[in-house]
Nanobody
Framework: QVQLVESGGGLVQAGGSLRLSCAASGSIFSINAMGWYRQAPGKQRELVAAITSGGSTNYADSVKGRFTISRDNAKNTVYLQMNSLKPDDTAVYYC??????????????WGQGTQVTVSS
């Protein structure tokens, strides 16, 4: 079994920073793309940022220039550095990973979510 465990959420004032971490553990052969999604109350879950195993990144327009995604392949961990936070960034943030747990079998995994609240 594979687990994704997130950490680093919390309450911060507008303009502040937070760093989210997500560690994958279990029977992992390799990890392809990893990413962060968020879901605000009453809204659909949306992609915030994604990173391939080779380090290519993709960001939502709303976070470009403020958020940075990175990963440590040796630790099976993905990070999201969030700077210049705005109240509109308030949401539950979910980690996602495309994981091979054998050479041929893959699955799409989600973390449990971590709350980020930005006060004005």
């Amino acid at each position: 079994q594979v687990q994704l465990v997130e950490s680093g959420g919390g309450l911060v004032q507008a303009g502040g920073s937070l760093r989210l971490s997500c560690a994958a553990s279990g029977s992992i052969f390799s990890i392809n793309a990893m990413g962060w999604y968020r879901q605000a109350p009453g809204k659909q879950r949306e992609l915030v940022a994604a990173i391939t195993s080779g380090g290519s990144t993709n960001y939502a327009d709303s976070v470009k220039g403020r958020f940075t995604i990175s990963r440590d392949n040796a630790k099976n961990t993905v990070y999201l550095q969030m700077n210049s936070l705005k109240p509109d960034d308030t949401a539950v943030y979910y980690c996602n990973a495309d994981i091979y747990y054998s050479a041929l079998v893959r699955g799409d995994y989600w973390g449990q979510g971590t709350q980020v609240t930005v006060s004005s």
